[in-house]
């Protein structure tokens, strides 16, 4: 029977192969320079945890961390980014101080105006006098005391004291009332029949006042 040349293989063939020439199902390896055969490297397997799953890349201590470091940045961004102003604060405060100055103005120009109106009348009231008094001289003579030119001292002598009474001043004869040392200036103490001791019995000068100010004391006789 003649067998098929394929299949054939001699007994020969087998022994110089010897068993570590063989190579069987499912192994795979090469034959070194000396008639060995070497099994194929595999490629590293992926690192694994203790229970063969992937490790993740970042562990809870490294999240922690992260964490920590983002809850330290939001005060210093909070901090780094300024407020917004309080307008209606502002605005509050801003029309308080303007009512403020309103006040202090006004006051202002009270007290430079009282000043201004007591120190012209100061100036004014020695003039004042002296229109009494050349009243009282051409009185004293019959023949001028009904004369035009009486009369029209007498008339400026109104228009004067009309214009003071209209900016507050006021002149002041305190004949029997008491002496007030605030007010009045004596100028004598005599005693007087039938008058109170400290009573004003004569005005020597009438005095003036704008207010509760007392521009000119007036001079007084006191009794004794």
Do not use: C, W
Request: hydrophobic share 35%.
């Amino acid at each position: 029977m003649e067998r098929d040349p394929q299949t054939t293989q001699t007994p020969a063939a087998d022994e110089a192969a010897g068993p570590e020439g063989r190579v069987g199902p499912g192994r795979v390896g090469s034959e070194s320079p000396d008639g060995v055969h070497a099994p194929e490297t595999a490629p590293p397997a992926a690192e694994h945890g203790a229970d063969g799953a992937p490790e993740p890349e970042a562990t809870a201590a490294d999240a922690s961390l992260a964490q920590a470091q983002a809850d330290a940045a939001e005060p210093e961004a909070a901090a780094a980014k300024p407020e917004e102003p309080d307008y209606r604060d502002q605005y509050l405060r801003a029309m308080a101080e303007l009512d403020n100055v309103r006040k202090r103005a006004r006051r202002d120009v009270g007290v430079a105006e009282t000043r201004g109106i007591a120190k012209l009348a100061r100036e004014l009231l020695p003039a004042i006098d002296n229109f009494a008094r050349a009243l009282d001289a051409a009185e004293a003579q019959p023949e001028n005391r009904d004369h035009h030119l009486t009369d029209g001292i007498r008339l400026v002598q109104a228009e004067l004291l009309a214009a003071l009474a209209r900016v507050g001043i006021e002149p002041d004869s305190p004949r029997g009332e008491r002496f007030d040392p605030h007010r009045h200036e004596a100028i004598a103490q005599q005693p007087v029949e039938g008058a109170e001791s400290g009573t004003i019995v004569e005005v020597y000068s009438q005095g003036y006042r704008y207010r509760d100010d007392v521009l000119r004391p007036a001079k007084v006789v006191v009794a004794a």
